[in-house]
């Protein structure tokens, strides 16, 4: 499993960012991805959820009607489009997916290796 993120970069308050997350080596469409996001010295937290059909769900309270999930199943990748950005959106967005494993209980989580994006004037 191979998750790719791009489209970070330095952007003002209010500017806009769409990330991508290229996957393979799994069946992509048949797994919910996720984006979170880490800042220093803080915990991991989920910013948005996809499920494998493409319906959006789990946006996190502090993104709700900024940010937008949605997947192209056909091209393997994810997105989040970042509109009025704040300072406190600052951090490292990782893209994430879980597979079931063969004793078909349990679960494997993937990481991308994140992708930084800065919110600053």
């Known amino acids: 499993v191979q998750l790719v993120e791009s489209g970070g970069g330095l952007v003002q308050p209010g500017g806009s960012l769409r990330l991508s997350c290229a996957a393979s080596g799994f069946t992509f469409s048949s797994y919910a991805i996720s984006w979170f996001r880490q800042v220093p010295g803080k915990e991991r937290e989920v910013v948005a959820t996809?499920?494998?059909?493409?319906?959006?769900?789990d946006y996190a309270d502090s993104v709700k009607g900024r940010f937008t999930i949605s997947r192209d199943n056909a091209k393997s990748t994810v997105y989040l489009q970042m509109n009025s950005l704040k300072p406190e959106d600052t951090a490292v967005y990782y893209c994430?997916?879980?597979?079931?494993?063969?004793?078909?209980?349990?679960?494997?989580?993937?990481w991308g290796q994140g992708t930084q994006v800065t919110v600053s004037s």
């Open positions: 996809t499920t494998s059909g493409g319906g959006s769900i």
């Open positions: 994430s997916t879980r597979t079931r494993r063969p004793d078909g209980v349990t679960w494997t989580r993937y």
